[in-house]
Nanobody, 115 residues
């Protein structure tokens, strides 16, 4: 059973930056996707960013140009650098990976963008 643990959430003001990190409890092959989804109150969980070897990084439309996903395969860690944050980025952010056709999720970390 793969466990994912997120860190780095918090409260920031609009325009500020924040970096989320997620570490897996065991090796995740670089060919398996690792990424981030988010879920705002009353909304569906949506893809924020995902990264895997061969395919590179992909981003949700609303975060393109503002968020950057990176991955350290040696440490089984994925990071999400978020800049120019907006109030609409407020959500619970979940780390995700898919191994053997099974999805694994972290417990989530809250990001709040507010004045």
């Amino acid at each position: 059973q793969i466990q994912l643990v997120e860190s780095g959430g918090g409260v920031v003001q609009p325009g500020e930056s924040l970096t989320l990190s997620c570490t897996a409890s065991q090796e995740i092959l670089s060919s398996a996707p690792m990424g981030w989804y988010r879920e705002a109150p009353g909304q569906r969980r949506e893809l924020v960013a995902s990264i895997m070897s061969g395919a590179g990084a992909m981003y949700g439309e609303s975060v393109k140009g503002r968020f950057t996903i990176t991955r350290d395969n040696a440490k089984n860690t994925v990071h999400l650098q978020m800049s120019s944050l907006k109030p609409e980025d407020t959500a619970v952010y979940y780390c995700n990976t898919e191994v053997g056709f099974q999805h694994y999720w972290g417990p989530g970390t809250q990001v709040t963008v507010s004045t």
